[in-house]
């Protein structure tokens, strides 16, 4: 079994941006891809508050991206 690495800094012409920023936007992504299939499936009406939900949905899916190392 081989350790894990950590994932290293991302190189934008020059300026280095933290592997968190890169967890960040798939976060975003994948709560997109999510919301749309919320929509479309008429849950949101499930939810006392939506937007408060999202937000809530957003950092659970920034938590799994961070602890699975993706």
């Given amino acids: 079994?081989?350790?894990?690495?950590?994932?290293?800094?991302?190189?934008l012409g020059g300026v280095l941006v933290d592997p968190f920023v890169r967890y960040l936007f798939l976060a975003l992504v994948i709560l997109i891809a999510v919301r749309f299939a919320v929509?479309?499936?008429?849950?949101?009406?499930m939810f006392a508050n939506p937007p408060l939900a999202e937000a809530a949905l957003y950092v659970c899916i920034l938590a799994s991206l961070i602890?699975?190392?993706i």
């Avoid at 079994?1 to 190189?11: E, Q, T, V």
């Avoid at 929509?39 to 009406?45: C, K, T, V």
Wanted: charged share 30%; net charge positive.
């Fill in 39 to 45: 929509g479309r499936f008429g849950l949101r009406s």
């Fill in 67 to 69: 602890a699975f190392w």
């Fill in 1 to 11: 079994m081989k350790p894990m690495r950590a994932p290293s800094d991302i190189d």
